[in-house]
């Protein structure tokens, strides 16, 4: 079985100003973001990983690049989970990185930590709760598992959730040097692949982008 992951592609363009957006925010794609969905899918026939199953969040962004991908394949419709909804960006929702920083130095430490370990960071003002959030990522990986109903879903999301997802999936499991990355942050538009095999999970590739993806 592989599972593919993408995060959505991008919501702004370049001159706009950057900010964290979360589950509160529903932005559109623009055109690169609408670019990045067609290049994911054609990398992923060009590796000969056509989905089985499409899941997507239910934000325009997720769902705007899924449904391209599912267009440029010849696939069903994708399949809308909410549990795959960003996560809540509280405080730091609309803000750049330097207007967070501004707040002060606890901040930046947490800013970094989420960067660098995806630490869940404790006074930011996340509506979203760390113990609800690992909650539904459990759930949703429990069910895309099940009864082997698929062997190649495509999982569509955000960056927040797609920094827990693997995590989820590869507990107690190694990658080929031994250990698993610090953070699982993906750019936008870029992939990752983990594969399930006689009982054991390997992680193979994450936030490649399209060019490089196999």
Known sequence: MDILF????????????????????DLPLVDKGLAQASLAALALRRAG???????????????TFASIVCETLGLPPPVVDDRLDEVDYGDWAGR???????TGAGAVAMMEAWGARDEW???AGWSSGYDEVMASVRGFARDILRDGRHE????????????FLPRVLLEGEKTADG??????????????RIARTAGQTR????????????
């Not at 879903?153 to 955000?158: G, M, N, Q």
């Open 49 to 63: 990983l056509i989905p089985d199953a499409v899941y997507t969040a239910s934000l325009k962004r997720t769902r």
């Open 203 to 214: 992680l193979l590739c994450w936030d490649r982008s399209a060019a490089e993806f196999a």
């Open 152 to 163: 190649r879903p495509l999982v569509v999301s955000s960056n927040g959730i797609l920094r």
């Open 179 to 192: 250990g698993l990355p610090a953070s699982f942050k993906m750019r936008t538009g870029h992939l990752g």
């Open 96 to 102: 750049t990185n330097d207007e967070i920083a501004a």
């Open 121 to 123: 960071p404790a006074a």
């Open 6 to 25: 993408a995060r959505h592609g991008n919501t702004f363009d370049p001159g706009d100003k950057v900010v964290w957006v979360g589950r509160e925010t």
